[in-house]
């Protein structure tokens, strides 16, 4: 016999035999104060049957003061009649469910720790970053005290107290003759900013990695490459312009602010807040009109790189949100959404049932852990996630 709950509402088939995991969770819910009103309903009823049903005796005194106790938790104002008797079919399992409440069993399953990782949650990410010196030196920078770092090209490096990495002159060292690169990177779950030497500012996103010389100085053109997402604010210089090179692309700048999403596998999108840049396909940057196609961008546009550079207005507080704290979703793609959260809180995503072409919109704090946002995209699309296993799942 198998017996057919309503709870997430759509049935869940649970056979008598798994009856004792099964309840000893929703009871665990209800204590933890997150039972929905479904949850609720099941809890009543089963409360119900154990008070109707005759033939059930607890073996403890104590067992029947701390059912009452449930059900005055409820806050139910029912009379129950012996003679009345619901759900006849399930009154094995309420008194499995009640009496696991009470602590009369004790059992240990696969399916109890499957749905206890259920309940995981995922802190989100922090200030998290890596940097590698020109002689190959790495150093965390999530755990390196503040203060000066490293000294290379006459550049002096240093963390400060609010999580900046600073390149600053230095009277001690000499300049190199040649360039000496630096590459910061965040893992999943990270994020940075960095002050250049030539005082151009810029935020990384998770997952992100920046290769930038260690002094500007004696170069034609201030170049760097950036893979994933950075938000850049160029301090000017129309002698020496600032290129930002991402993958098929180079963006030309003099001084403005802008944002650049440019990770491996997905569209290459650069938005403009301030200023102007042209946006070319990866090539010499020198001459525009020859060769592969450019656009320029004025401040409210973005583009996106695909087949062509296509130029459409932006959504400039959706764009940035991230490097003010904040997920923001205005029709974006749900796919898009997970890969966002993916490599916020460092967790994977199971794709496979996921809709291709839903667009959901909405607004939380990246400060969030990561079962609040996932909430916050139920109450949004009535899609239900969980976290299992470090994997963000569709709940069927």
């Known amino acids: 016999m198998e017996l057919r709950v309503y709870v997430f509402k759509r049935p869940i088939n649970v056979s008598l035999k798994m009856n004792k995991e099964e309840l000893k969770t929703l009871l665990e819910k209800f204590d933890a104060g997150q039972c929905t009103a479904e949850e609720i309903g099941v809890l009543e009823s089963w409360y119900l049957v154990w008070r109707s049903e005759e033939t059930i005796d607890f073996e403890e005194a104590e067992a029947e003061r701390r059912v ?5 938790r409820l806050k139910l104002d029912v009379e129950v009649k012996k003679k009345i008797v619901l759900w006849p079919r399930i009154a094995a399992a309420a008194v499995l469910f009640l009496s696991l409440s009470l602590g009369l069993y004790f059992y240990q399953s696969s399916l109890i720790r499957k749905q206890e990782l259920v309940q995981q949650d995922v802190a989100p990410g922090g200030n998290k970053a890596y940097l590698t010196l020109a002689d190959g030196k790495r150093i965390t920078l999530t755990d390196v005290a503040n203060g000066e770092l ?3 090209a006459g550049v002096a490096i240093r963390k400060s107290a609010d999580g900046q990495l600073i390149y600053q002159l230095s009277d001690r060292g000499a300049a190199s003759d040649k360039p000496v690169y630096n590459t910061i990177e965040t893992p999943n779950g990270g994020q940075y900013q960095v002050i250049l030497p030539d005082g151009t500012k810029v935020w990384l996103n998770a997952a992100s990695v920046l290769k930038f010389p ?7 053109e201030r170049r760097v490459d950036l893979s994933g997402e950075g938000y850049f604010e160029v301090s000017h210089n129309a002698k020496q312009p600032f290129i930002v090179k991402s993958q098929q692309q180079e963006v030309l700048v003099l001084g403005t602010h802008f944002n650049i999403t440019s990770y491996t596998g997905e569209t290459t999108i650069t938005t403009l807040l301030k200023g102007a840049v042209m946006v ?3 090539g010499k940057i020198a001459n525009p009109l020859e060769g592969e196609d450019f656009a320029v961008l004025k401040p409210g546009e973005q583009s996106e790189l695909k087949e062509r550079i296509t130029i459409s207005p932006a959504d400039l507080e959706m764009a940035t949100a991230w490097k003010d704290g904040l997920f923001i979703f205005n029709k974006t793609k749900l796919q898009n959404i997970l890969m966002q959260l993916s490599r916020w809180y460092n967790v994977h ?6 809709p291709k ?10 400060e969030s852990n990561l079962s609040s946002v996932l909430k ?3 109450e949004t699309s009535r899609i239900n996630f969980i976290i299992e296993d470090n994997t963000i799942k569709m709940k069927k």
């Open 150 to 152: 490293a000294e290379q």
């Open 214 to 220: 260690s002094s500007f100085a004696g170069l034609k």
């Open 376 to 378: 916050m995209l139920y």
């Open 357 to 366: 072409d839903r667009a959901l919109s909405g607004a939380i704090k990246r």
């Open 68 to 72: 009452d106790q449930i059900w005055d």
């Open 349 to 354: 995503v199971d794709y496979s049932d996921v």
């Open 280 to 282: 070319r396909r990866s």
